[in-house]
């Protein structure tokens, strides 16, 4: 689930959707519509599911600085992972948000700033969650967040990802699902930045 809001005389909020080829397709739609004009940034929310020690607890907000296409790739016997990337078959990221504004609103929100791994199928056993926390360095599970940013890479508008964690990854019975909760964490989080920054 994510949305996206770009700043610019004005702000224009837009859900973008579920999955990376929607968000995608939806963020370019949206960033390549602004009579021709590009925004100084864009901000994307959402929710994401932690990784295991990632000292993360459901609720939580966080910046996502960098995000990965985690399953990118082909699986192999043993369950080897090889991404597009060692396949030379194209890039896997990390694509990386907007260093300054993240750092900033972690700061003015009290929040910490992780790495995410965008995935299309959510890590809902505990061996999955591993692998995939493992190979990818990341603290946090998105389905959007890495497409999103390779579409603002390749348009030359910064990002910066704001997430509200609203499960633990693995287990489905253990996984502690609040996405109501989640929202609510986020919508208190832009409520604050839009009375600060007069959107």
Not at 64 to 91: N, P, Q, S, T, Y
Not at 112 to 127: I, K, L, M, P, Q
Request: hydrophobic share 45%; with cysteine.
């Amino acid at each position: 689930m994510c949305a996206a809001a770009v700043e610019g005389g004005g702000l224009c909020d837009e859900v973008i959707g579920v999955g990376k080829a929607a968000a995608a397709m939806r963020a370019t739609e949206l960033l390549s519509s602004l009579h021709g004009q590009r925004p100084p940034w864009l901000l994307l929310v959402g929710v994401c599911g932690v990784y295991p020690g990632a000292g993360l607890a459901v609720g939580d907000l966080c910046v996502v600085g960098e995000d990965r296409l985690a399953d990118e790739g082909v699986g192999l016997a043993g369950g080897e992972f090889r991404g597009i990337a060692a396949m030379g078959l194209g890039d896997e990221g990390p694509f990386r948000g907007d260093a300054g504004r993240g750092r900033a609103l972690a700061a003015r929100l009290g929040i910490r700033e992780v790495a995410g791994a965008t995935v299309s199928t959510c890590s809902a056993c505990d061996e999955r969650s591993r692998a995939l926390a493992g190979r990818s360095g990341a603290a946090v599970e998105t389905m959007e967040g890495a497409a999103v940013m390779l579409v603002c890479q390749h348009l030359g508008v910064p990002a910066v990802q704001l997430r509200a964690v609203s499960n633990r990854t693995g287990e489905r019975e253990a996984a502690g699902w609040d996405l109501h909760g989640s929202l609510r964490a986020l919508h208190a989080a832009l409520r604050a930045l839009k009375e600060e920054h007069g959107w």
